[in-house]
């Protein structure tokens, strides 16, 4: 069996970060990702997708990432079953993340580097100048 999941979208709040019980970290985000094909109107749509990060990742992502940041988010799909606050049985779906990618340069430096992470050479990303028109979003 294999279920891996891996998106490119941005941020559509800042993440926020909590702890269990037991004091372990625990962060989300939405994630807005947009379709390749377009409607019937010639528009492209855009899916929300929730995303659930863990212990380190978890604080790294809440620390430096903001609203409308680029990621790449590599995990897998968890569906999972709660009651809401009517007692009504539902089921919700999200990315639990293994690993987050920061793609994006920042709102405040035109090339620096991505926020979290240090500019180096072998950096795929490094070298690349690129701005928000260059985007297909």
Known sequence: MYNKIILIGRLTADPELRFTPSGVPVSRFTLAVNRTFSNKQGERETDFIDVVLWRGLAETCANNLKKGYMVAVDGRLQIR?????????????????????????????????????????????????????????
Request: glycine fraction near 8%.
């Open 81 to 137: 079953s709660y009651d809401d606050s009517q007692g009504i049985r539902r089921k919700a779906a999200e990315v639990v993340a293994e690993n987050v990618r920061f793609l994006d340069r920042g709102r405040d430096s035109q090339y620096g580097p991505a926020p979290g992470q240090q500019k180096s050479g072998d950096d795929e990303f490094s070298e690349v100048p690129f701005t928000e028109d260059d985007l297909p979003f």
